[in-house]
């Protein structure tokens, strides 16, 4: 059977990733309280044939609010809960820190939702890093082994939760008078150096089993624990060469877990500007910077280049003079094509319109170009999937369901819309109920 591109979108924006978006006509600026903004995405997401909604967090605030609303404010948990009852077949995958919530309560509320969905969570599983996140709950910041050690503890024992409640437990049957075969629902009497728990769990199993585990893609520790517990690893190439490298990684630390490789998907996050035209989407997309203050985008802009752009001058090409000193800054992923722009006579602004400072690999085009772009990723083996970033939420959603998946669809590379309603199934994930056998314990 031929493989099929998997697909997430990320909601944490509640108007959209581009900094102009909450300044748009159409935008609520009161959006980033309304879940009904994040219910909405993610039915149009689950008519485009996507597989997950994302949620990221972060438990503090670091964000200026006098230039934009807060990245992330609303709870994953509870937003996702809100969608699960207004959508029908997309994942629901929020992010849940293993540093401060207790193991039994994480596998708890997972569970809930799991069941809640009819088998479509996921659990985006990160350990926090930020000073300020330690501070909101009052703990000071344990050593970065410290951290993994509890992601270690945290994975295994909610996973043993989950697993408490064995679906040879059986339903409840009014006529034998039994509700429950009690030898099926355990105690696991699991505690490490950082949490622990007695169990069982109270609430049964869901269609897949389990939450799919999701983890990011940051290094050492992280794909070490990703090839032990996760389903996704979510990772941030910038091209191709730098996709297949992260995936080969991936898929290697989960044969050193004992795993198959195909057992843990690799996701790379990637955002569109879509238009009917390559000029209509350029245009759809100046709109969106007129909405900013062009000073800090120029200079970054500037920074790329290696030249001082003129905000005076921010419409007109660069001179040829400042054009034989601008230089590709090395460190910075798409500071070639800006440069390339440049040296096609697009002005400042408009090679901003052109996603340049996008910190995501993408596009500003049509359509096609878009599923040319995704079609390549994935037969070089550099993705199995791709996780949706959008620049306006207003109609960037809508705009990919109605225009990039019918072509994706076409040439076989999307799922129809008729299969598998869990998330495990979806993603063509085995179905798991409490830990993996083949993982014999952690190493600190």
Do not use: C
């Not at 919530?101 to 930020?130: C, F, K």
């Not at 290697?252 to 195909?262: H, K, M, N, Q, T």
């Not at 500071?335 to 400042?348: V, W, Y």
């Not at 996008?358 to 500003?364: A, C, I, K, T």
């Amino acid at each position: 059977m031929r493989r099929t591109i998997s697909l997430g979108v990320a909601l944490g924006d509640s108007s959209g990733v581009h900094p102009g978006a909450w300044r748009m006509p159409h935008a609520d600026p009161g959006a980033y309280t309304d879940v009904g903004v994040q219910v909405r995405a993610a039915q149009a997401a689950e008519r485009g044939g996507v597989d997950f909604a994302f949620l990221p967090d972060r438990v503090f605030l670091r964000d200026d609010l006098g230039a934009g609303p807060p990245i992330f404010s609303m709870e994953p948990l509870m937003v996702l809960t809100a969608v699960a009852r207004e959508t029908e077949r997309i994942g629901l995958v929020p992010s849940a820190s293993t540093s401060f919530t207790e193991p039994y309560a994480l596998a708890r509320q997972l569970r809930a939702l799991d069941v809640i969905s009819h088998g479509r969570a996921g659990w985006n599983a990160v350990p926090s890093y930020e000073p300020e996140a330690f501070a909101n709950h009052g703990r000071p910041m344990p050593p970065r082994e410290g951290k993994y050690e509890r992601l270690h503890e945290t994975v295994q024992i909610v996973q043993a939760l989950w697993g408490s409640w064995e679906r040879e437990a059986g339903d409840p049957d009014p006529v034998s008078g039994t509700f429950a075969d009690m030898s099926r629902i355990r105690p696991i009497d699991l505690h490490g150096r950082h949490v622990g728990s007695r169990g069982p769990l109270q609430i049964p199993p869901s269609p897949q089993g389990q939450p799919v585990v999701f983890m990011p893609a940051a290094g050492g520790a992280s794909i070490q624990a990703a090839g032990m517990y996760a389903g996704a690893v979510i990772g941030m190439p910038n091209t191709i060469e730098d996709g297949r490298a992260q995936r080969d990684m991936v898929r290697r630390s989960a044969i050193a877990a004992g795993r198959a490789p195909e057992e843990i998907l690799f996701f790379a996050f990637i955002g569109f500007g879509l238009g009917a035209t390559h000029e209509s989407a350029l245009e759809r997309r100046r709109t969106l910077e007129d909405r900013t203050d062009p000073r800090p985008r120029l200079a970054q802009l500037s920074a790329m280049l290696g030249v001082r752009i003129d905000p005076a001058a921010a419409d007109r090409s660069l001179p040829a003079e400042q054009l034989e000193r601008a230089a590709a800054h090395p460190r910075v992923a798409r500071a070639r094509q800006a440069l390339a722009l440049a040296h096609e006579g697009f002005s400042p602004r408009d090679i901003l319109a052109h996603g340049v400072l996008d910190p995501n690999p993408g596009l500003v085009g049509t359509p096609g170009a878009a599923a040319r772009m995704m079609q390549e990723w994935f037969e070089a083996e550099a993705v199995d999937g791709f996780v949706l970033v959008i620049d306006d939420l207003h109609d960037g959603i809508d705009a990919f369901a109605d225009q990039v998946s019918p072509i994706l669809r076409e040439r076989g590379l999307l799922r129809a819309d008729d299969g598998p309603t869990t998330l495990r199934g979806r993603l063509g994930l085995p179905e798991q109920l409490g830990p993996d056998p083949r993982i014999r314990g952690a190493e600190s």
